[in-house]
């Protein structure tokens, strides 16, 4: 089936704003997600992640927001900073007692403006 | 803080040549993973190593691909006999046990001329 997020849109904002990215997953049965983001030049960093159990998680800054009856999962961030301009990235991972591999989206580019 | 270390940052070699990616781990973790993403493309899954032996490959990770853990800090991929479309970012990760957040190193850029 088709793959994670596809696309590579791109999200410009205003230093103090609040970002919504929002990503697309595939499997139906994948229990678990992760956000990553990735800076020019570096590996991805873990952000958050959530299972399937449940619907939002809070961390610092970051919410996120798994829609499973239209496999949607979204990363909100709150007063984005320019330190936050990165493209960023969800995984999904297929149900547990199996293979951990993820399928990895394209990303969306998150541009802060100061 | 420990993290995943890579070398080269960046390799630059010839169609047809064998070249080896190295990455230090972290030390307790015991789950290791070569990923790639090509310019402007997915990172995607290659292979995941525990145990001394491979966990999971995907379709990608064929013959002329391998891995290694040569000694008790180094995971090595090796690609042998090079192609142009193997030009990309390859990220070593690691993790500790279950499902754990897995960090990654900042990668190395190969690049097949």
């Known amino acids: 089936g088709e793959s994670v997020g596809l696309h590579l849109p791109t999200l410009s904002v205003q230093e103090g704003d609040n970002s919504i990215i929002n990503c697309a997953y595939s499997n139906s049965a994948s229990d678990y997600f992760i956000w990553y983001k990735q800076e020019s030049g570096k590996g991805p960093q873990f952000i958050i992640d959530?299972?399937?159990?449940?619907d939002k998680r809070q961390g610092q800054r970051v919410t996120v927001l798994l829609n499973k009856t239209v496999k949607h999962l979204s990363l909100q961030i709150a007063a984005t900073q320019p330190g936050d301009s990165a493209v960023y990235f969800c995984a999904e991972f297929p149900p547990g007692g199996g293979s951990y591999i993820p399928t990895f989206g394209r990303g969306t580019s998150l541009i802060v403006h100061p | 803080e420990p993290e995943v270390t890579q070398t080269p940052s960046h390799q630059v070699t010839q169609m047809g040549q064998e070249v080896i990616l190295r990455c230090v781990p972290i030390?307790?973790?015991?789950?290791f993973y070569w990923y790639r993403q090509i310019l402007g493309q997915k990172v995607e899954f290659l292979v995941s190593f525990y145990n001394n032996e491979i966990s999971e490959k995907s379709e990608i990770f064929d013959d002329q691909f391998s891995v290694e853990r040569p000694d008790g800090s180094n995971f090595t991929l090796k690609i042998r006999s090079t192609k142009l479309e193997d030009s990309a970012m390859y990220f070593c990760?690691?993790?500790?046990?279950?499902?754990?957040?897995?960090?990654f190193g900042p990668g190395t850029r190969l690049t097949v001329t």
């Open positions: 030390s307790n973790h015991l789950y």
């Open positions: 990760a690691s993790k500790t046990s279950g499902r754990s957040e897995q960090y």
């Open positions: 959530i299972r399937s159990n449940m």
